[in-house]
């Protein structure tokens, strides 16, 4: 299943963070909360949305921080989890 965002909606790959302790030991990121950190893997046409004009811009294969509880996750045929978010849920850009 291959997915096109509409309007100002960006579909994100969540990143998983390993954090090592001081003394080498690795967390995977599955023990740790919901991750923030993504990158953009299709983005939205933008346009008028909800009757305002909205500019996109965020673009394919950036890494992107978004906010803790937004979006919708959905699972592609191939068992990858995506993340289906606005624009305005974006917070940073990282690079």
Avoid: H
Avoid at 39 to 53: N, T
């Amino acid at each position: 299943m291959k997915l096109k965002p509409l309007g100002d909606r960006v579909v994100l790959k969540p990143i998983e963070a390993e954090e090592t302790t001081a003394s080498g030991i690795v967390i995977p990121g599955k023990e740790k909360e919901k991750p923030q950190q993504a990158e953009v893997i299709a983005v939205g046409p933008g346009g008028m949305v909800d009757g305002k004009e909205v500019k996109m811009e965020v673009k394919k294969g950036q890494k992107i921080i978004y906010s803790k509880y937004s979006g919708t996750e959905v699972e592609l045929d191939d068992k990858e989890k995506v993340i289906v978010v606005r624009q305005s849920d974006i917070l940073a850009i990282i690079e």
